[in-house]
């Protein structure tokens, strides 16, 4: 059945928060856009006059596409190459969604974003729906096509699986800037002890190359090892060079709503750096260089200006 203007209208209406909850439960802007217009080929499909309630239709149809991208998604990660990182989405990306609560800043930071892979599908699905769009159990349990009191289960054995994994408080805006300079600072210092100094003592750092850039396959785990890559990462290299295409203009940005720093060689994202900093350090490092998963980053940085680099990185 041919759509009417209306129709259109009130989907496009929707697509934003549509958009926003696919990239919550993907951690991938590539696959939310394409759930979200197979979403839209169903509506083309559906006989609209039928449908009591629009919104949620599409929220359960979206959802449910998304559950079925998760379970294929988690036998792919076991082949992907190297660590798994979701993609990151600047500040300013609509992608974003919601900011209004603490609730749904933290549910899209990158921090929370790698945690919920650690989530079944189902309990994925209930702890963005509830955290960050505020959904009521009930509708939640009409979406997933399972019981109130289920619901709730599923939903407290999420947030405690989240708070778990994310126990420190962070830092104000000012206060992560203010460390991020010192950390460049560092970085570039060609010494380690400063960079020890600023890390907490479990600190991680962590690389996603996707097999297409060099990137660790483990993790770098403790505030020695991490303050000695660090050390390494900005320490002038044809080789790196080469490797990107010319030495990167470094930038500081946000990312998921958390301090990032942006690698950018000759207008294009070439890393984009999270830093997870909590009231004791900087507690992680989250490194995107897989240029599959910069391509919407590209998109954002391009049609904005963003001035001269802080420095070049080597």
């Known amino acids: 059945m041919a ?19 696919a990239y919550r439960l993907l951690g991938s802007a590539s696959e939310a856009e394409d759930a979200v217009q197979e979403t839209y080929l169903r509506w083309q499909a559906a006989d609209i006059g039928r449908i009591e309630v629009p919104v949620a239709w599409l929220t359960k149809v979206l959802t449910n596409l998304c559950l079925n991208q998760l379970t294929s998604a988690r036998a792919r990660r076991e082949t992907y190459v190297g660590q798994w990182l979701p993609e990151p989405l600047l500040g300013g990306d609509p992608m974003l969604g919601p900011a209004d ?23 994925r699905a209930v702890y963005v729906l509830r955290e960050a769009f505020g959904y009521p159990h009930q509708e939640i349990a009409e979406i997933l096509d399972i019981t109130e009191a289920a619901c709730q289960q599923v939903y407290h054995r999420a947030k405690k699986h989240v708070a778990d994994g994310k126990a420190r408080t962070e830092v104000d805006e000012a206060t992560a800037r203010r460390i991020i300079d010192e950390f460049l600072a560092a970085a570039t210092s060609g010494r380690t002890e400063p960079l020890v100094r600023l890390l907490t003592e479990d600190a991680v750092s962590i690389g996603d190359g996707g097999g297409k850039v060099p990137a660790r396959a483990r993790a770098f785990e403790g505030a020695l090892a991490v303050a000695k890559f660090m050390r390494g990462l900005f320490k002038p290299s044809k080789a790196k060079r080469a490797l990107v295409g010319g030495s990167p203009d470094i930038h500081v940005t946000t990312a998921n709503g958390g301090p990032a720093v942006v690698a950018v060689v000759d207008g294009t994202v070439v890393g984009v750096m999270c830093v997870e900093i909590t009231a004791e350090g900087i507690a992680a490092f989250r490194n995107q260089v897989n240029p599959d998963k910069l391509e919407r980053a590209n998109r954002l940085w391009a049609a904005t200006d963003h001035g001269e680099g802080l420095f070049k990185a080597f």
């Open 3 to 21: 759509l009417t203007m209306s129709d259109v209208d009130r989907f496009e209406a929707s697509r934003p928060r549509l958009e926003a909850i």
């Open 101 to 123: 609560t603490a609730e749904q800043r933290e549910s899209v930071s990158y921090a929370v974003l790698a945690l919920l892979e650690r989530l079944s599908p189902n309990e």
